[in-house]
């Protein structure tokens, strides 16, 4: 028997759902698999198992297209009884990109005599050095692309060292790729620009660097966290790590042990969507704007990673199992990293009388993955401290996407990075779901900000700052904007328990880094992303909401998700409260990202507030006893 019901399908349940597809929905033999992956069970559900262990169905969500009727259709397995229970097409929308399209462009556009007239134009005429990748397209309602399954294809040719597809883009030329009778449709030709110099080697001119010493982590004793299955116990955290093919890692079941009581703060955290939309208006460069999550994937798209470069110290790995388009298993072993990780200084008391201090370094769990797409790399972190504080990081690396600019030519709407190399000014949005479960079920939003106070005989010296807390009660009026004049933030309270002070037991939601999108409002992109333009949302909780562009951003219109499900306005206090979270990481590429570009950061946190009656770290033993 399955350990959990939220553990990960297993290679054999992916097989048992493909082939009850297969042999019941009517599909014919040319349909690919876009996803299988657990359905998982519903708050009830999950209720019911905690409650008295009664086990929902174990079931797997399948999507599919069918390529003979360009269908996308969807329906959930039911794995115990191999039966499928539902089965519908879902008009109108594209199923998401999997890998095995992402690269069928190249070989069918590289035979297509109209793309070779226009690389030999630039002078391009071994084919086997170029690159034809398969873009999602979006939606801009030309007239040849309605109703079709297409790609919008961008070309590089690799650098002479071999080690970067990317190296040497080859501006303006885009075939644009039939994905349902795998042809061009046309060719987007805006221009010839001369191929830049190759400058794409990943990897010194003058060998490597030979003054770095060992740094060797040591855990004599073993890691303090223990490992059942998918389940965590560490420093006082539990957490469940789960899988989707779709978002990649997934926590379930956050919460703390206090004094004995699993007190619970989160049913499941992810990062549930991602785009990237570019800033360059010209040639076909409108039409890149990466959903990274839901056209492209990232469950599938997951690294398995190795000790000692992806990760350091006493590493736990998870494996879990994604599948190929003809529905068979693909596992992938080591997709998930845990480990510790010293983080400096927790907190320190000195007395200045005698001298003596008092002082606890700060360790915290780390659970990542990352997902290598195209020519990006992008490293999901999350974290959990010993203070309560749980943080999620963003690391994104890879190659920049570089465009050839005819020499003497500076980029409008980007930087040059490299001779005869510019990369687009851009922005990765992030969209963060969290459903929130701090001390139960029955939550509620509120939002702070705070002011100078204005002068008056309470406030004569002017100094007084006003703290303003109001709740978001409705889910319209909760969809909000970071206000750095005003330190915004937002806190989800527990509806039914208190702290020592009678004061709500609460987890503050601490925006990092942040920026609005700079996209026009009215755009193709914008419409098909409109989580970007609020950087907190909440909304009631709903099995079915789980992506904020929809569930079928591929080619899609847009006007889906978070906008159009806080229309229904429902109210949030006391309620099963949804909190989503858009971080929007601002990027105009330097040369020193190029060709591979360091790591850049962007988080959030959660922190307890009140959720504890002091500080929950009293009691961890000093690094050094100094009394
Ligand atoms: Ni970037």
């Known amino acids: 028997m399955i350990e959990h019901p939220l553990t990960p399908l297993t290679a054999d349940e992916i097989s048992t759902a493909a082939s009850c597809v297969k042999a019941q929905s009517g599909l014919d033999d040319n349909a690919f698999f876009e996803t299988i992956t657990l359905d998982e069970p519903d708050h009830d559900e999950m209720a019911a198992f905690r409650a008295n262990g009664t086990r929902p169905a174990r079931r797997a ?30 008009p109108g929308v594209q199923a998401r990109i999997p890998p095995e399209e992402f690269v069928l462009s190249d070989a069918i556009a590289k035979a297509d005599p109209r793309v070779v007239e226009a690389l030999a134009k630039r002078g391009i005429t071994d084919l086997s050095k170029v690159l034809i990748e398969t873009w999602a397209p979006g939606n801009f309602g030309h007239a040849d692309e309605v109703g079709k399954r297409l790609a919008y294809c961008h070309c590089w040719v690799i650098n002479e060292a071999g080690d970067n597809r990317y190296g040497r883009p080859i501006a303006n030329l885009h075939p644009v790729f039939d994905l349902q009778n795998q042809v061009v449709l046309r060719v987007d030709d805006f221009g010839v620009v001369p191929l830049p110099p190759d400058s794409a080697a990943i990897r010194p001119a003058d060998g490597l660097r030979r003054d770095i010493k060992p740094l060797t982590i040591s855990q004599p004793e073993g890691p303090s966290f223990e490992v059942d299955g998918y389940h965590v116990r560490w420093q006082r955290w539990n957490v469940r790590i789960g899988y989707n093919l779709r978002e990649g890692l997934v926590l379930h079941d956050i919460g703390y042990e206090d004094d ?48 000692g470069c992806d990760c350091l110290g006493h590493i736990h790995y998870f494996d879990v199992c994604a599948h190929n388009w003809d529905g068979e298993p693909t596992p992938i072993r080591n997709a998930v990293c845990m480990h510790e990780e010293d983080y400096g200084l927790l907190w320190k008391h000195t007395d200045a009388k005698t001298g003596q201090f008092r002082a606890v370094r700060s360790r915290r769990l780390v659970i990542s993955s990352i997902a290598t797409i195209g020519n990006y790399v992008y490293g999901f972190f999350w974290y ?56 139960g079920d029955r939550n509620a939003v509120r939002e702070q900000d705070f002011e100078a106070a204005p002068l008056g005989p309470d406030n004569p010296h002017g100094n007084a700052v006003a703290i303003l807390e109001r709740p978001l009660t409705h889910e319209a009026e909760a969809a909000r ?49 409109g989580f970007m333009f609020k950087h907190f949302w909440a909304t009631r909780y709903d099995r079915d909401e789980l992506y904020p562009a929809g569930w079928y951003p591929n080619q899609h219109p847009g ?26 990481f601002h990027h105009l590429p330097r040369p020193e990202d190029w060709p591979v570009q360091p790591i850049v950061y962007a988080s959030m946190h959660w922190m307890p507030e009140g959720f504890f009656d002091q500080n929950p770290a009293l009691d961890i033993p000093p690094g050094a006893i100094t009394e």
């Not at 939309?277 to 076909?284: A, F, R």
């Not at 880094?513 to 755009?523: A, G």
């Not at 229309?567 to 971080?583: F, I, K, M, N, S």
């Open 260 to 307: 004995g009581e699993l007190r619970p703060i989160m049913h499941r955290a992810s990062m549930a969507e991602m785009v990237v939309p570019y800033g360059d208006p010209t040639g076909g460069n409108y039409r890149r704007n990466a959903f990274d999550t839901g056209e492209y994937g990232l469950g599938v798209a997951l690294d398995s990673l190795k000790l």
């Open 481 to 529: 904007e970071i206000d750095v004049t005003r330190s915004r933030s937002w806190k989800i309270v527990s509806a039914d328990r208190t702290n020592a002070l009678g004061q709500p037991t609460a987890y503050r939601l601490v925006p990092g880094q942040n920026t609005l999108p700079y996209l026009h409002p009215e755009s193709a992109v914008a419409q098909r992303a």
């Open 384 to 439: 959990f401290y010993q203070d309560g504080t749980i943080g999620t990081e963003i690391k994104a690396t890879g190659i920049p996407f570089p465009t050839a600019i005819p020499p003497g030519e500076d980029p409008k709407y980007g930087a040059m990075i490299a001779p005869g190399i510019a990369s687009h000014v851009h922005q990765h949005s992030f969209s963060y779901r969290f459903e929130m479960c701090v001390d």
């Open 61 to 90: 969500y399948v999507c599919c297209y069918e390529r003979s009727s360009n269908r996308t259709l969807r329906g959930v397995v039911d794995l115990g009884a191999e039966r499928l229970v539902s089965w519908d097409h879902v």
């Open 559 to 584: 006007g889906d998700g978070l906008p159009r499900w806080i229309q229904a306005d429902r109210p949030l206090e006391g309620e099963d409260v949804v909190v989503w979270y858009t971080l929007n």
